[in-house]
Each structure stands twice: as structure tokens, then as C-alpha cells.
């Protein structure tokens, strides 16, 4: 207990000082147009203010649940007052521009279409409203700082007002990962996943690695998924040994992406996907024909016969640049098998859980959407120190997998939503391998 007290108090007291680093850079960004003197001075009031805050939010948080709306709506709009100041020094940029980037910013952080659309006019709105304000009182401009964190506290207060539903919710908090079978605990410990990541895990796990494995598949056996709604013994036996075999196979793939996403897609792709090395998924089928590489590496634990950990690792063929690398595994919970997929994030790991479920023309189906416990999307941190993990649910985020036998051949489509709303279909077009001459 002694061991937990201290863990919280010193978990506590790294979120009170990255709130004062925060509050502090708003601070001095906010009070900057009037002098270095007033900008330190603010920067002050700033650390002190949301560092209280966030003492406050922490102390009055209950156990399963996330930080206050209110300490987070505070704590983004410090965040984008520094971007505000940056924006205004930099190009110019008046109050109208300022709100409506900011907005765009706020809009595409709440990933779902409505609020995407929303950001910019919201934000341009209240730059206006700021401007009109600020006309007969000073005959200048508010700084754009301020418009920024106006605008972002703004926005976040209607969105939370029009959209109600939550994006995300605290699932458990340090509990050992034997309690959530459906979350796959492996991130990474640098900044970069990578095509290399299996390998670095098989050091770390201490276990015999394989690359680029010859004659395996995504899962073991399909006898594993079996469940009240799958009976591996009606799966299309081409289906069936993709899953089992899946080396044996190539696949040609065709992204069709919605409109409304991708300005936010390439935002995320270039800022995050591509120096992480992980869900790089390709804008367009022009990208697609520069080839793709597929590969799984596995890793067998010490004293085990049988397979650990299988990644499926896709990357561009001609430079290797990782589009995804996914930790495929089976379990079973009661009477049914689940497929549950990590996704590697710098410290921290994306999960999705999915339910099978037949398909009349013999094919399989791996979906999301569930109203059983497990099947979803989670977001987790492993505590290397102990390996507990603390887990967020991802609500509203769906996917869809269907494979199945076309005309002699595999075809699969992979669909996913937010909200309910289509975003992204990954067409698949599966074809057995060439034999390797003798």
C-alpha cells in the first residue's frame, strides 16, 4: 500500500509540474504584447494557476474516471496560446485567422466530422467577436495569444455542450494486464516503431526471433476464434488458410478515403505517423503501386514450443518505410474467441478487439462493433516498472473486416467509422505467391 501511496503521490506531483510548465508558457505568451517585465510576471501567474488547477482536478478525480472537463478545456487552451503568439509574430496573422486555425486545430482533435466542420467558422466567429470588441476600447488588434486561448476554450466549452457523448473513457488504472485480456500491452520505448520493432522486443522479452517467417500466419488456428457466432468448420478453406498461412499469400491494396478526412489525415500523417513509423496508411492507390512489403516476424518465449507473438509488418517495398506494424492474438473469454491487434505507440499502445463472425458465402468477419464487453478500441500505458496497465476505451471508433472467396479469388474490405460515419475503406485484393524456382 506504502509502494502505491508513493507511486500516486509522485504521479501527482509530475502532472501539478508539467501544468506549471504549461500555465507558465501561456502565461508569459498572454501578457507578452505588454513588455518582458509583465511577460515574466504572467508567466508566474500562469504556472500558478493551472498548477492549482490541476491539484485541485487530480484531488477530486474519482478512481475510473479521466481529469475534470473543466482542468482539460483550461490546459488546451494554455496549450495553443504560445502557437497564438508564434502565429502573430511570425506571419502577421490578424484575430479572425488566429480563431479560425485555432478552431481547425480544436475541430480536427475531436476527430468526429461534425466537429471538424465545425472548428473553422466557430473559430473565425470568435476572432471576429474579439476584434469588434476590441475596436472601441484600444484601436488595436487583441494579441493573437489571447485569441487563440479564447477561441480553444470556447470551442471546446460549446463542443462539449452539442456533442455529449464522450470520446474517450478511463478504463482501468494500474491493474495488472492479466485483467484485461482484450487490451495487447507492447509499446515501444523509443519514439520510433519501426520495421524493426518485433526484434527489439524479442530482446526485450528475451525471446528467439524469426524474421520475415516463413509459412506462418496472423493466428495459429481459426479453431481458436470458435464462438456462438462462428463455427470454424463452415470457413471457405482458401479463407481459412490466408489466416493460417497468411506468407503464402500477397496482397494489392486500394485506400478509398472520404473527403472530410483527409486534411486532418495528411495533418496527423506528416506530424505523427510517419516519425513514429506506424499507421502510415497510403492517401491513394498511386502510392500503393510504388509496392507494398508484407512480412511477419515472430517470437517464441523461452521454454515454449509454440509462437508468442506474431507482427504482421507492412512497408513500402521500395524504401521500407513502415506503413503498420500490428501484434495479431487470439484469446478466449467464456465461449468465445476473440483476435485482439496492438498497435505500438512511443510508450503507449492502440488496441483493437474484434469480434468474428460468419459469413453465409463462407468468409469471416472481424467487426467492433459489439454489444459484448470486450470487442472495441482501447488506448494503453504499461507501467515498465511492474508491467500494470492504465487503459482508455476509444468510443465511436469502429471497424469492420470482411474476407471472403470472389470469383476463385480473396477479396477483403476493411471499413472504418467514427460516429457511425464512414471515413476510410481499405480495399484488399489477396493472390496466392508465385512458386520460388528451384
Do not use: C
Not at 504549461?22 to 515574466?40: D, T, Y
Not at 478453406?237 to 486534411?263: N, S
Amino acid at each position: 500500500m506504502a509502494a502505491d501511496e508513493g507511486t500516486k503521490s509522485a504521479g501527482l506531483g509530475v502532472a501539478v509540474l508539467s501544468a506549471a510548465v504549461i500555465g507558465g508558457a501561456a502565461g508569459a505568451s498572454l501578457a507578452a504584447h505588454r513588455g518582458r517585465r509583465v511577460a515574466g510576471l504572467g508567466g508566474l501567474a500562469g504556472a500558478a494557476a493551472l498548477a492549482a488547477s490541476e491539484a485541485v482536478a487530480r484531488a477530486r478525480q474519482r478512481p475510473g474516471e479521466i481529469p475534470a472537463l473543466w482542468q482539460r478545456i483550461a490546459t488546451s487552451a494554455a496549450l495553443v496560446a504560445p502557437a497564438g503568439w508564434a502565429a502573430g509574430r511570425l506571419t502577421g496573422a490578424g484575430p479572425v485567422a488566429v480563431g479560425a486555425a485555432t478552431g481547425s486545430v480544436g475541430g480536427l482533435l475531436g476527430l468526429r466530422p461534425q466537429k471538424v466542420l465545425l472548428g473553422p467558422p466557430f473559430g473565425a466567429a470568435v476572432g471576429a467577436a474579439l476584434t469588434a470588441r476590441s475596436r472601441p476600447a484600444r484601436g488595436r488588434p487583441v494579441p493573437a495569444a489571447v485569441v487563440a486561448a479564447v477561441t480553444m476554450a470556447a470551442y471546446r466549452t460549446a463542443s462539449s455542450l452539442v456533442f455529449r457523448d464522450a470520446q474517450v473513457g478511463l478504463l482501468a488504472e494500474r491493474v495488472p494486464a492479466e485483467k484485461l485480456p482484450f487490451v495487447v500491452p507492447w509499446q515501444s520505448r523509443s519514439r520510433v516503431v519501426g520495421t524493426g520493432y518485433v526484434r527489439e522486443l524479442a530482446g526485450e522479452l528475451g525471446g528467439s526471433y524469426v524474421a520475415d517467417a516463413a509459412d506462418v500466419g496472423i493466428v495459429a488456428s481459426m479453431d481458436d476464434l470458435a464462438g456462438p457466432d462462428f463455427d470454424p468448420a463452415a470457413v471457405d478453406p482458401l479463407v481459412r488458410e490466408f489466416y493460417e498461412h497468411t506468407t503464402r499469400f500477397t496482397l494489392d491494396i486500394v485506400p478509398r478515403w472520404r473527403l472530410w478526412v483527409r486534411p486532418g489525415y495528411l495533418l496527423y500523417r506528416n506530424a505523427l505517423a510517419r516519425p513514429l513509423g506506424q499507421a502510415n496508411v497510403p492517401m491513394n492507390q498511386r502510392e500503393t503501386q510504388r509496392g507494398i512489403r508484407s512480412r511477419i516476424d515472430t517470437i517464441t518465449l523461452p521454454d515454449a514450443d509454440a509462437v508468442a507473438v506474431r507482427g504482421w509488418i507492412r512497408s513500402f517495398a521500395d524504401t521500407d518505410e513502415p506503413i503498420y506494424v500490428g501484434i495479431y492474438t487470439t484469446y478466449r473469454h467464456g465461449d468465445r474467441g476473440y483476435v485482439s491487434v496492438g498497435f505500438p505507440l512511443a510508450q503507449s499502445s492502440f488496441t483493437a478487439t474484434l469480434l468474428p463472425r460468419a459469413r453465409p458465402d463462407g468468409g469471416l468477419a472481424l467487426t467492433s462493433r459489439s454489444d459484448l464487453e470486450h470487442p472495441g478500441h482501447y488506448l494503453a500505458y504499461r507501467d515498465p516498472s511492474d508491467g500494470t496497465l492504465t487503459a482508455l476505451a476509444v468510443h465511436g471508433f469502429t471497424e469492420d473486416l470482411d474476407v471472403y472467396r470472389q470469383d476463385g479469388d480473396l477479396r477483403a474490405e476493411h471499413a472504418f467509422s467514427l460516429f457511425g460515419i464512414p471515413f476510410l475503406v481499405l480495399h484488399y485484393r489477396i493472390t496466392r505467391k508465385s512458386p520460388s524456382p528451384m
